[in-house]
């Protein structure tokens, strides 16, 4: 390797260093975030007790979300409209993610128009993410693919990673059955399902 070759390569992992860096207290900010936010919503629905408590069957209800857990759906910009508009919308309903590998035509407008167009003109209703590296850890070589995957502590740098992934061109209620029924994450893609209903 040449020297110009190797200082992009250490440039590069300068860069994906800091990414990780920047999206690991990007979580942990959320959380906090989210639970302040939450805090905020019940004092203003009075769920207060006169011991500044949360009343104790709003909190039995309450179901704090398994953080280690995403169901992407690996697609691509090259899909047609209506099927990215069709998985767009399923995933709302299961809470997914759309991943996609890399930005249309390296054009960050094109992205927009393209989140705008499935998404109806709703783009805060569509979940999605730029993923290359999750392409890569997925081994995901053809779209559109299902991953359900777990992480067990979400907050170490290498976390032990579970997953089940199919890939073909069916509905995300198909991929989860499918994991239900002969996965490794079946208790999970069996609650996944449940919620719908």
């Not at 067990?152 to 976390?159: A, G, I, K, R």
Request: some cysteine; proline content about 3%.
């Amino acid at each position: 390797m040449n020297v110009q070759a190797i200082k992009k390569c250490k440039e590069k992992e300068g860069d994906l260093e800091f990414a990780q860096s920047l999206a690991k207290k990007s979580r942990q900010k959320t959380i906090l975030k989210m639970q302040e936010k939450w805090l905020e919503l019940q004092k203003m629905l009075g769920n207060y007790g006169s011991d500044n408590k949360i009343n104790a069957n709003l909190a039995s209800d309450f179901v704090e979300p398994d953080w280690g857990v995403s169901l992407r759906i690996f697609v691509s910009s090259s899909m047609g409209k209506n099927l990215l508009r069709s998985y767009a919308k399923a995933a709302k309903k299961y809470n997914a993610t759309l991943v996609f590998n890399g930005l249309p035509d390296g054009s960050w407008i094109k992205l927009s128009d393209l989140v705008t167009e499935i998404s109806s003109n709703n783009p805060e209703l569509v979940a999605m993410q730029i993923d290359d590296q999750a392409f890569v850890e997925f081994n995901i070589k053809r779209v559109p693919s299902f991953v359900l995957s777990k992480e067990e502590d979400v907050f170490v740098e290498n976390p032990k990673v579970t997953f089940d992934k199919i890939t073909g061109s069916i509905g995300i209620r198909k991929a989860l059955e499918v994991f239900q029924e002969s996965g490794q994450l079946h208790e999970i893609a069996s609650n996944k399902l449940a919620q719908e209903d």
